[in-house]
């Protein structure tokens, strides 16, 4: 498995080699992981919309269309789906895993405290503060640095143009970054 | 070392028993007629809702710059909730498994194309139909990150100042999306309806209100793909065109959007003030911004369709702007989102 293949390369080549959504996962398992339990604060939750969401990637691997986004924008709309649904109805679908088989997540206290400690990383008080920053920086920056969202889908959402979400962003990081900073 | 190794592995089986089936076939079984007769219903009520939305719509707003060039207006995009908007992508997602031609995705684009944008888009944009110069060539090597589908000889330099370099890039399809038949929103309906059995009437009603919306906003901007995107070059920071900051490209404004005030709102991020762009139809010869917070008005003169107006750097974005035409009379005024 050469380690050059893009995210997209990596996709398409699922169906031909099993290994390559081995290799597309382990880019990404830490990074839904840390969202999801930044999200819920509860690393079984965290692993649950994780696996859900990988087996959602594998079954619509081949629909993927590299022309309408980045892999990595695509694998968090899918998560994006899954927490809303956890919102929604209160408990994390397993359609995509029953349908292709996958094995329910036997979970150790080891494995959850490895979950919080990636999730908890240089958390809480930058969270705390991403509270205080002004509503439209504060949804760009949420959208873009925990949701994982792209400028262009961004923009639609909050129906403003690109140039104004990178802006948002751009003042949003700044300030959390100076007010990290005046905390010490 | 992986988080959950028993995961991976579990999901590299399924990947391998998912390689070796056969490709799945639609099969609507039983419930073929059941669902069709569903269709056919829905087909109506969407039918009858259309017509009962077109007649209610009130048209462009008076003074707009020029005559719409591409028909009726364009439906706003709704604004939908977090859970709306999915459950109007599960909806999509099951109809598409049924019926793949419901797909609005255009497929893969090239990132250049030659050729010329159409009649529409010049007939508006005075700078697309200058000839082209050396220094409509912008420093971007390629558009990897979008835009796609650039007309590679259509872009044009439009303004340069304070070491911003502002580019209007002509895309044959700024959505990525395609039409797609008729007979899918009523699809796209019924499965929304299905997913919300249980639900009030009230409910669902809500829910296909929003979804119809959303699906008419999309079909009119697969129906209107061409557009424009406006690339930022910051020579001052030498970021060579992508994004930095707020640098970069900004995409993709149809026609409807540009005549609605609606293109290239934003700033670019060079140091000191602010300098705030916009694409603005033939007509319009200067803007006027109004700062918010009562900080006054900012007046820009319009160049090659495209304005560039420097304000302070606590403003993010001016509350409204005004065109003006040549002899100083008020063309329009958008509120900015």
């Given at each position: 498995m050469p380690f050059e293949a893009s995210d997209a390369e990596l996709l398409t080549r699922t169906r031909e080699d099993p290994e390559a959504?081995?290799?597309?996962?382990?880019?990404?398992?830490?990074?839904?992981?840390?969202?999801?339990?930044?999200?819920?604060?509860?690393?079984?939750?965290?692993?649950?919309?994780?696996?859900?969401?990988?087996?959602?990637?594998l079954a619509s691997a081949r629909r993927f269309d590299p022309a309408r986004g980045s892999a990595r924008a695509?694998?968090?709309?899918?998560?994006?789906?899954?927490?809303?649904?956890?919102?929604?109805?209160?408990?994390?679908?397993?359609?995509?895993?029953?349908?292709?088989?996958?094995?329910?997540?036997?979970?150790?206290?080891?494995?959850?405290?490895?979950?919080?400690?990636?999730?908890?990383?240089?958390?809480?008080?930058?969270?705390?503060?991403?509270?205080?920053?002004?509503?439209?920086?504060?949804?760009?920056?949420?959208?873009?640095?925990?949701?994982?969202?792209?400028?262009?889908?961004?923009?639609?959402?909050?129906?403003?143009?690109?140039?104004?979400?990178?802006?948002?962003?751009?003042?949003?990081?700044?300030?959390?970054?100076?007010?990290?900073?005046?905390?010490? | 070392m992986s988080y959950l190794p028993e995961l991976r592995a579990s999901l590299v089986r399924a990947a391998a028993r998912e390689a070796a089936a056969p490709p799945r076939r639609r099969a609507l079984g039983w419930l073929g007629p059941a669902v069709a007769a569903g269709v056919a219903l829905a087909v109506v009520a969407a039918a009858i809702l259309l017509v009962g939305h077109r007649g209610g719509n009130a048209g462009p707003s008076a003074g707009a710059a020029a005559g719409h060039s591409s028909g009726a207006a364009p439906p706003p995009m709704p604004n939908l909730s977090g859970a709306e908007w999915s459950r109007i992508q599960k909806a999509r997602r099951a109809t598409v498994t049924q019926d793949p031609a419901c797909s609005p995705s255009?497929?893969?684009?090239?990132?250049?194309?030659?050729?010329?944008?159409?009649?529409?888009?010049?007939?508006?944009?005075?700078?697309?139909?200058?000839?082209?110069?050396?220094?409509?060539?912008?420093?971007?090597?390629?558009?990897?990150?979008g835009p796609f589908d650039v007309y590679r000889a259509a872009i044009r330099l439009a303004r340069e100042q304070d070491g911003v370099a502002l580019y209007v890039v002509p895309t044959a399809n700024v959505s990525g999306w395609r039409p797609v038949p008729q007979r899918c929103a009523a699809e796209e309906a019924a499965a929304l309806g299905r997913a919300m059995k249980g639900a009030s009437s009230k409910q669902r009603a809500a829910a296909l209100d929003g979804q119809r919306r959303y699906l008419a906003w999309q079909q009119y901007e697969a129906e209107h793909?061409?557009?424009?995107?406006?690339?930022?070059?910051?020579?001052?920071?030498?970021?060579?065109g992508r994004a930095t900051g707020a640098g970069g490209v900004a995409c993709g404004w149809n026609v409807g959007e540009i005549e609605q005030g609606l293109a290239g709102l934003g700033a670019s991020g060079s140091p000191g003030p602010s300098l705030f762009h916009g694409i603005v139809p033939d007509g319009v010869a200067s803007v006027v911004l109004v700062l918010p917070r009562h900080l006054g008005t900012v007046t820009a003169r319009v160049l090659n369709n495209v304005y560039l107006a420097p304000v302070p750097r606590s403003v993010q974005a001016p509350d409204r702007v005004i065109w003006r035409s040549a002899d100083g009379s008020v063309i329009r005024m958008t509120r900015v989102p």
């Open positions: 959504f081995g290799a597309f996962y382990d880019r990404y398992e830490a990074a839904l992981l840390a969202y999801f339990w930044r999200a819920t604060r509860r690393s079984d939750l965290a692993a649950d919309l994780t696996a859900e969401t990988f087996a959602q990637a695509w694998l968090f709309g899918i998560a994006r789906h899954e927490l809303a649904d956890v919102w929604e109805r209160g408990r994390v679908e397993d359609q995509a895993r029953r349908r292709l088989g996958i094995e329910p997540l036997a979970l150790s206290d080891e494995m959850l405290e490895r979950i919080e400690s990636l999730g908890s990383r240089g958390g809480p008080e930058a969270l705390e503060l991403l509270a205080t920053l002004p509503e439209d920086q504060r949804r760009a920056v949420q959208g873009r640095v925990l949701e994982e969202r792209d400028y262009h889908e961004l923009a639609r959402t909050l129906d403003c143009s690109e140039s104004v979400v990178r802006q948002r962003v751009s003042r949003g990081l700044r300030s959390l970054r100076e007010r990290l900073e005046q905390i010490g | 255009a497929g893969a684009r090239p990132a250049l194309r030659p050729g010329q944008p159409s009649g529409e888009l010049t007939a508006i944009l005075g700078v697309l139909r200058r000839p082209a110069s050396a220094t409509d060539t912008t420093p971007l090597k390629d558009f990897q990150h793909p061409e557009g424009v995107c406006m690339a930022e070059v910051d020579h001052a920071r030498g970021n060579g």
